[in-house]
């Protein structure tokens, strides 16, 4: 992972997209500047206690690195409980990748001096923050959120977007 700018003393958003096979990241500032995006991936053979394992040891290498920069404080931002409609395994799936991030976060952070938080949002109000729709296609998300938003235009992979989307959601909406 490399950043475009030093992000010393600097208030740092990290919005994970969660999944187990192919998780969209993306790091960023309150003036939404983009230091970084990526994505993690998994290999889908591997059982669930393995994928685990590997996200686990990918996030704390993400927070030692971005530890090791030295912001002035992290907010780490994760999609909420998804719609209904999933089953019940692909929830629990979703909901183990995203505890580990957690887990992950909280471990590395936990010693340090640096002011951290850990949002969760709901992807229907990141839908309709854009949108006005709570079940916009991902199609209408992109073209809402590029009007106001110029700089997303040169992001395609769409697990990036969705980290990219809620970061821009919890900058547009801090009090």
């Not at 590997?54 to 920069?69: D, E, Q």
């Not at 183990?96 to 887990?103: E, K, L, Q, S």
């Not at 640096?114 to 990141?126: A, H, S």
Request: glycine share 4%.
């Amino acid at each position: 992972m490399t950043f475009k700018k030093p992000i010393k003393n600097k208030d740092i958003i990290v919005s994970i997209d969660i999944a187990l096979n192919l998780t969209g990241v993306a790091i960023m500032d309150f003036d939404k500047q983009v230091y970084s995006t990526f994505t993690v991936e998994s290999t889908r053979s591997w059982n669930y206690y393995k994928k685990l394992d590997f996200l686990f040891k990918k996030y704390k290498t993400l927070f030692s690195n971005i530890l090791n920069k030295k912001p002035k404080s992290v907010t780490l931002i994760l999609e909420d409980r998804l719609k209904a409609g999933w089953s019940g395994s692909t929830l629990a799936s979703i909901e183990g990748a995203r505890v580990t991030c957690y887990h992950a976060f909280m471990q590395e952070f936990e010693s340090s001096q640096i002011k951290t938080d850990v949002v969760l949002y709901n992807p229907g109000l990141i839908k309709k923050h854009f949108t006005n729709k709570r079940a916009a296609k991902k199609e209408e998300v992109y073209k809402s959120a590029t009007k106001t938003n110029t700089f997303i235009k040169k992001y395609r992979q769409e697990d990036i977007l969705d980290a990219i989307y809620l970061g821009v959601y919890h900058i547009d909406n801090k009090i």
